[in-house]
DNA sequence: TTTATCGAAATAATCGATTATTTGACCTAG
DNA sequence: CTAGGTCAAATAATCGATTATTTCGATAAA
């Protein structure tokens, strides 16, 4: 959906849909809250009608329900959607990681060393948001050249859904130095052109980063 | 996407999103044909705002694209495109089918009989708006306690871009014949509770049918 | 002949105001 | 007291008009 409207002049519906997106994922909204479309108004400096597309776009996307005449609320969050969210990124990005070893060039080679660089010096020397962007980046590049559109499409709305969860988790450093290891991992696995260890080890990791993120349900 | 929004009293919106997404469906606009905002108002005697709004709603759907200042347009039409959404279904529908199968009560078993039933009544005594409603129905209801809303909601995404090809295909009866048989199939491996083999079927099945959606790829 | 530029017409996006619906407090009848 | 009903305030949805952008034909320059 992040490139579903092309270039262009940015329209002010497609950067409040960007704005809003990130700060559902950021948690800037609570679970369930109820998003008032005046208040939004006044909080993005925009005009009711952008704003509605960019809402009606978000809820079409996944992160927020719709209910007519009643506006926006933010999506719930439960253990079994993460459950459900988590098995699903296994088996779709299980599955591309394969395609991607296998279809893969040496372009894809150099761009996979150098998003697991910049992800690396960002662990220690960048703010938050900005290892978020990175990390994302990561695990985009990973699949990329799986060959297919829609498994990209899906993973990236999945790996939206999951973050909304592993962003509200606290910090926890034995976890996020092994889920970093494994980063590493994964980008020699690719360049040897294991596909069969590569996929497992990325089953693993999102494994591994669901018990992190469930760590979010478990707050008050 | 389509029980996105809750019961109440329609909305304009959401009232002009459907019937778009039928029409899109049903191939009432070309492929890549631009979708003039004012015309369709005119069309659906519906206001700009709630026009706008199921416009965006579709285009997040991945039923329309969207350039900024530039408006709507209809997705195009490609083989290559076919492909990718025919091998998505196989792998998701068999997945949740598997699933189905293991999870599924009495009450799916009668629920998947009655489905079929009514298809395969519509088949010779219904029009063939009502045929497709009964035909979505039934893929739906074999999958429907797989236990996974978001392989629910992927299934129904890919069926709706899968039907934007097969219901522009010319009529095949040979093929039709052979496809309505393998309903009947899927409902007998179903209540036999022979997982495997209703997979392997339901896959052969999904095939079969974008063989026949891929005659919409070789018309002028 | 081709390419570039300008400007009017067409069209998309946005705004401000209006209408419709829901919410919740208050009241009354049982 | 409680259940149900009423009404006003709050909020969502929609409309009509305005603004911004693109498109395309006509003209001019290379």
Redesign the pocket.
Known sequence: MNDTIKQ????????IYEMLRQDLLNGRYGAGE??????LRDTYQ????????A?NRLAAYGLLR???????RVLELSPEELVDITEMRRQLEGRALELAVQHGDEEWESQLLAANHRLTRAATQAPVVEWELLHSRFHNALVAPCGSAWLLRFITQLHDQFDRYRRLAPRHDELRHRLDAQHQELVDLALARNARRAREVLEEHITLSSEVAMLSCEQV
């Open positions: 262009g002049g940015a329209t002010a519906a497609s950067r109820r998003l008032s479309i005046s208040l925009v005009g009711l009608s952008p704003l509605r597309e809402l719709q209910e007519n005449q009643r506006g926006f």
